[in-house]
T-cell receptor
Framework: KNQVEQSPQSLIILEGKNCTLQ??????????LRWYKQDTGRGPVSLTI?????NTKSNGRYTATLDADTKQSSLHITASQLSDSASYIC???????????FGKGTRLSVIA | DGGITQSPKYLFRKEGQNVTLSCEQN?????MYWYRQDPGQGLRLIYY???????QKGDIAEGYSVSREKKESFPLTVTSAQKNPTAFYLC?????????????FGPGTRLTVL
């Protein structure tokens, strides 16, 4: 069964600190992996997308990594800001016209 | 939220009533989707449509119905057959329905059954 597992479930960090969120997946055949940011009460917004051949993708202070061999991805947030408080969702696409597989998300709270 | 609108933002319904959630996009996307989000759970696919006048059931279609009469519109009806309809509903669209096509989400509708 195609699954995406994220850890930790929730995380609290001080403003200015770095953090790393994890995503493990068992999806086959793999097409690509995305990280979405979802503010409370809003729709998710795409941060990065990585295909099989890409190891790293950056978007400002967000850097995603992908290890296709171990089927793991991480999202690193540098110099966190209060506005980074949100849920971060790992989403894996299966090759072909099949639905996306969503993780449950990591809830990040950045405090002053 | 990228040219996708959902209305209303909040919706209250009495048990036994049907209710329709609106989703409109001006991105000229062929594919549209409806997801349900519950606390502590990942997004679950209700229905999706790859082209006008065609749609397919997702993982949790029971108690829901959709139509796709126009490219830009994909309304979702929550029927009285849906046993636990209180949730946050998200509509999304993408250029195509393949895995490489980024899905753009609307702002969501929070439905509460009283």
């Amino acid at each position: 069964k195609n699954q995406v597992e994220q850890s930790p479930q929730s995380l609290i960090i001080l403003e200015g600190k770095n953090c790393t969120l994890q995503c493990n997946y068992t999806v086959s055949p793999f097409s690509n992996l995305r990280w979405y940011k979802q503010d409370t009460g809003r729709g998710p917004v795409s941060l990065t997308i990585m295909t099989f051949s890409e190891n790293t993708k950056s978007n400002g202070r967000y850097t995603a990594t992908l290890d296709a061999d171990t089927k793991q991805s991480s999202l690193h947030i540098t110099a966190s800001q209060l506005s980074d408080s949100a849920s971060y969702i790992c989403v894996v696409a299966v090759s072909g016209n099949t639905p996306l597989v969503f993780g449950k998300g990591t809830r990040l709270s950045v405090i002053a | 939220d990228g040219g996708i609108t959902q209305s209303p933002k909040y919706l209250f319904r009495k048990e036994g009533q049907n209710v329709t959630l609106s989703c409109e996009q001006n991105l000229n996307h062929d594919a549209m989707y409806w997801y349900r989000q519950d606390p502590g759970q990942g997004l679950r696919l209700i229905y999706y449509s790859q082209i006008v006048n065609d749609f397919q059931k997702g993982d949790i279609a029971e108690g829901y119905s959709v139509s796709r009469e126009k490219k830009e519109s994909f309304p979702l009806t929550v029927t009285s057959a849906q046993k636990n309809p209180t949730a946050f509903y998200l509509c999304a669209s993408s250029m195509g329905s393949g895995g490489r096509d980024t899905q753009y989400f609307g702002p969501g509708t929070r439905l509460t059954v009283l």
